[in-house]
């Protein structure tokens, strides 16, 4: 009888950290500015970057420039960047702004929902960044720092 | 012996004399008026990067002043690299006399 409910006692267990974990955020999916649907799955395997920002946001837009570089240089060492903005904006604003910023990596428009699904800090910009297993690594406030980059970053690439 | 004492004397005072002068050169206060922070959710970007910047002991940003209030080690950071430090955050550190203490 003991022995029945220690195995209970342990599935239960089990099954609450599997649920932990299926909580991630690997269901993302998002509309792009060209109305395609992405999901975070597709970049299953990547070091993922999902960068919330605003057109309105200084920081964020300062901080767009560093992101295409990065983006361009570590491509190949498996480093992708998503964009995506938040609060809900214009679309034509941010397509307009994505355009001329020469932006090399896919941008969504975000919800409350969306950011929710990570963090409930409403600072910008923020840096969500998912590891290959498509798990959480960190979350960064502000505007991300080259140090930070190097230092947090940079290890996860191949 | 009263000759000894006189220059030990005058080396302790100017051993003293030459610390005080170090530790008034080394810590400054500057105040930068900073344009554009009108966004509560994104002027942490600014503290983040003073903070993050060498010789930079401690930092204050309000938003309503609109000011950056900053202590740092003169040896180490300049106050114009402050303001390149807070250029680069995509806010504007204004250009005028500076308030240094």
């Known amino acids: ?158 | 012996m009263k000759r000894k004492s006189l220059v030990l004397g005058t080396a302790v005072f100017l051993m003293i004399a030459f610390t005080s002068i170090g530790a008034s050169a080394i810590t400054r206060k500057s105040t930068i008026r900073v344009d554009g922070m009108t966004c509560k959710m994104c002027t942490g970007s600014v503290e983040k990067a003073l903070k993050a910047t060498p010789g930079v002991e401690k930092v204050e940003v309000n938003l309503e002043r609109k000011e950056a209030v900053v202590e740092y080690d003169d040896e180490k950071v300049t106050e114009a690299k402050l303001r390149e430090v807070i250029n680069a955050t995509g806010f504007k550190a204004v250009e005028e006399k500076p308030k240094s203490e």
């Not at chain 1, 970053?153 to 191949?158: A, D, E, F, Q, S």
Request: charged share 25%; hydrophobic share 40%; net charge positive.
């Open chain 1, 1 to 158: 009888m003991v022995k029945k409910i220690s195995i209970a006692v342990l599935l239960l267990f089990a099954a609450i950290v599997t649920l932990g974990q299926d909580s991630r955020p690997t269901q993302l999916k998002l509309r792009d500015i060209q109305g395609r649907y992405f999901r975070l799955n597709d970049y299953r395997g990547k070091v993922v970057l999902i960068n919330f920002w605003a057109t309105w946001c200084p920081p964020c837009r300062a901080e767009i420039g560093d992101l295409v570089k990065m983006q361009h240089d570590y491509r190949k060492r498996g480093l992708q960047v998503i964009g995506v903005t938040y609060p809900p904006q214009k679309l034509a604003e941010v397509r307009r702004f994505v355009r001329r910023a020469r932006v090399n990596y896919p941008v969504g428009l975000g919800t409350k929902e969306t950011k929710r699904l990570f963090t409930q800090s409403e600072t910008l910009p923020m840096t969500i960044v998912i590891g290959t297993d498509g798990r959480i690594r960190d979350i960064i406030e502000g505007i991300l720092l080259p140090d930070e980059f190097e230092q947090m970053i940079k290890p996860m690439l191949k």
